[in-house]
């Protein structure tokens, strides 16, 4: 049993200040959906709102179809896993995950038999009797999986579970959260602020910066067409050209730098002063010869070896600093520091975008 | 010990060592010795002190089963020692202090800790602060006020029609002790207070909202996340209050009844009144026995340790 | 429906206050009363006699005068003997640990009366007679208690390191203790002497046997409220409070100015952050 989730114009203020300003949003019910952002986005108090424990100043939130205006969030199907798990220190194990059902008043022998399976299910078994304290980072988050999963909620809300996590284990755990999702069906939303995480686990991602949902889509379209410069620069690194747009037709537009004028993909809204030009260092080639387009002169100023891929930096003539990567398989020689070189990029993957889009506006 | 002759070298280390061993040898260890071996010997004349006469018995702590009245005890009539009677009646009365002044504070600790904004926090807490800065004596007189026959609440109560005639409230209504209870009840109140809001004041929040989400109504969150956690402060809260409302001598000396005694009266009448300073310490060592059998069933009951306790 | 709950919450907040309250404002109400005795009602006029009985009390005088000096011992002997003893509590561990523990929390848990009795009966045993110094030692025993837990919750956030490398840069071990340990310790050393101060003010059981023929203000009081009842005890009540008011005030609206302080110093912090990132 699963179920989706709508936010229509939701806003939500705390005083003067707008922590989330009119979110829309249709979450699929079984999908794996994350809010991607910056600290202080507005991320959480959306995971929040719709867990029950702040109300919307204005806009609807639909669990299911049904709206959750005045329902606290113990009458709401959802289940939240907090950043810091919030186990109940004083409880064992087998207490904490059926603490759900006890309350609901669940006689002691149901709860321990569904304790077990739980423990099981998120691979865990023959921890019931131990205390929280006896866990590490690891298995208190499969814990605080089997609390939330033992209530059986429409919803998994999680709160940037992993980041209390080490590197390695916060990648083993991405692929065990998708896993269980997948297995359970129920709808996962996911917060964080870690490009990498939201981009691996989701189905789709929403990006928010400043209150705003930037742009919804799923990873792939998020990290290839961003829909404006917050989003490209969010999940991932470009190089930036300051301009204005020239003779834009079907798509597709002149851009005019100071060094010298590019031809690049138009985005929708690409209008106004805070317009530029994206490019990735994944997508900015490197050649001994001027290309035909699109390309400017540097002079090598960095090499840095990163193990998959080697990243070079040039200084343009006007001083910008633009990187490009070269994939390390062999194909390419490695450029020696101060040589004279070009940088150049297809205008199919250059994008000439706005802004961010600002709250209130 | 090491680590603090490598710290602070000898002769600080010794100065140290000299202020700790004056304190706890010299005004706790020894006085209680004293205490206790002056409890064993008679009441003499300075002449007989050191003479034959002098020897140790018992004799001091059967005073305390002298003298039996009738005590009714809930509709029984039993026949006790009076000084049984007065500690047991201290006890229970301290209990019932205790338990009061529990009811009233934990709602409160509760609100300062996880209700109120956090910006009046420091005002109210200093607001709360207030009483306790006022000394013990004036707490007390200030209900003797109140309570007097022709005081203010008499006034009140006949005035707004709930009361036909004065009551006399110093008499007790419910038991001879009623204006005692009252009175310890507002003197030691913050002394549960503060406790229970420290523990409580350190759950982390998302504890009681994840507490919420499972499903819990807000009597369950209590019962089975919050009270768990502020259990040090509520042992704490409890053996402050209990250990003060048995020892306070001002209270029931400035609101008791005609039939009232308070255990601490009774040590006091010993001491100065009869001038026999040896049944009085026998009877104050009964007391230490009393306040450590409470504080080790408070522990064993709350499987706290002394450190929680004595914060 | 939090609404309502915090409605009902701050109903009862206003409940406690008001009961906190409403017996001191009675009390010191009753000090204004033409009334040979102590009340509001009946209400016989206003009067500032009792006031004046007040400044005339030569017993009260001398009472005050005592409790002062009293109090102020107990912090000059207690605070010392309280730091002493978290310093070395802290540094060891153990059974050891937990039995010097024990016995230093002891004095706290003791009912008052017992603690005055067990210093009149030693020192008596030394030929050393009643009097307030009995009091002072009486009151330390127990005080240095509450001096040693505040300084010993300081400690816990001190971290050793900093001796060791003041000792490193060759400190000697009295500059390490006046520079490095004293500092770090002030905040705890100045709540530890403001609650002996005022436990030693508050303090009734432990002096009422140790105390001879002196007066302190609690027994003055103590005594007044006993034998003949006239309202100069409700004018002293009432004196106390204000003072005890002025301070707290004081205390408050200094409070609020740092506080003020602090955000402003915290704005600016967040200004230089984002400046930092443009």
Known sequence: MSAGIDLENVCCDFGSFRAVDNANVAIRPGEFFSFLGPSGCGKTTILRMISGFIEPTQGTIRIGGKDVAGLRPNQRPTALIFQNLALFPLMPIWENITFGLEVRGVDKATRRRKADELLKLVDLPGAADKMVSQLSGGQKQRVAIARALAVEPAVMLLDEPLSALDLKLRQHMRAELRAIQKRTGVTFIYITHDQGEALAMSDRVGVMSQGRIQQIADPRDIYNNPVNGFVASFVGENNVFTGTVQNPAGGVAAFETALGTFRARLGEQARGPGVKLYVRPEHTLLSDAAAPENSVPVTISEVSFEGAFISVMGNAPNGQLLTAEIRND??????????????????ARAAILPDAAVSGG | MQDMLRRYGSSLTGAFVALVAFWL???VILPNLTLFEQSFRPYLPVVDVGGPKDTYSFNNYAKFLNNPVVWNLFGFEVTVPVHLKTFLSTVFFSGVVTFITFLLSYPLAYYLAK???????????LLLFIPLWVSEALRAFAWYIILTFNGPLNAVLVGIGLLDKPVRWQNGVLTAYDAIVIGLVYTYVLFMLFPIYGSVQSLDRNQIEASEDLGAKWWQTHWRVILPHAKPGIASGCVMVFMLSAGSLLVPSVLPSTSSNWFTQTIQQWMLESQDWNTG??????????????????????????SDIAK | MHKTRNIL????MGAFLLYLFAPLAIMGGAAFNDNKLPSVYPWKGFTWRWFADLMNDQVMWTSFRNTILVA?????IAVPIGTAAAILINSITGRVRAVLYGVMVAPILMPGAVIGISTLLFWNQVSVPSGLHLSV???VSYIAAFVMLLVLARLQSFDPALEEAALDLGASHGQVLRRILLPHLTPALAAGGAIAFFQSIENFNVTLFTRGTSNTLTVYVFSKVRSGITPTINALALMLIVMTLVAATWYEIGRRRRARVEAAREAEGRRAAAAEEM
């Not at chain 2, 209700?115 to 807490?125: G, K």
């Not at chain 2, 310490?281 to 002394?306: D, E, G, P, Q, R």
Request: with cysteine.
């Open chain 3, 9 to 12: 919450f701050n109903v009862y």
């Open chain 2, 25 to 27: 040898l010299v005004l």
């Open chain 2, 281 to 306: 310490a026998a009877y104050s060592f009964l007391y230490i026995l009393l306040c450590t059998v409470v504080v080790a069933l408070v522990m064993w009951l709350f499987k706290v340790k002394l």
């Open chain 3, 72 to 76: 102020l011992a107990v912090v000059v």
């Open chain 3, 137 to 139: 030692l009486g009151q």
């Open chain 2, 115 to 125: 209700v109120v904004e956090p910006r009046s926090l420091p005002t109210l807490i």
């Open chain 1, 330 to 347: 062999g194909s390419a020689t490695v450029p020696a520091i101060g040589a004279a070189m070009h940088m150049s990029f297809d205008p």
